[in-house]
């Protein structure tokens, strides 16, 4: 499986596929990519870091059924593995946990609007 660690794109796509459940292939990820972080993404880059997403053990994936839509053609359904929820779950802790420290900046001290 290799390196555990996740860039921040990474991390994000790897939400992005929990988020997203069945309906997560790779354009579908790019488009929600914009729409969360108002920031463009190649597909390249979103296939590429699937792709390697998928080689570090976080993602398996399955083709879809084909679509009318897409001439037939079949989607690649991206899903998140059990140790790409632990590495998600290992991420936030680290990050909660430095936020914490940060003064004028705790979790605890936030109130959802």
Do not use: C
């Amino acid at each position: 499986m290799g390196d555990k660690r996740l860039g921040e794109f990474e991390e994000v796509l790897l939400l992005l596929v929990g988020i997203l459940n069945d309906d997560a292939y790779a354009l579908r990820i790019a488009q929600e990519f914009k729409s969360q972080t108002g920031k463009s993404s190649s597909i390249g880059a979103v296939h590429a870091t699937l792709a390697r997403l998928s080689k570090k053990g976080f993602l398996t994936s399955k083709m879809g059924k084909p679509s009318a839509v897409r001439g037939g053609r079949r989607k690649r359904i991206y899903e998140i593995t059990a140790a790409g929820q632990q590495t998600l779950a290992i991420s936030r802790d680290i990050r909660l946990r430095l936020w914490n420290q940060f003064p004028g900046f705790s979790t605890s001290s936030f109130q959802l609007i």
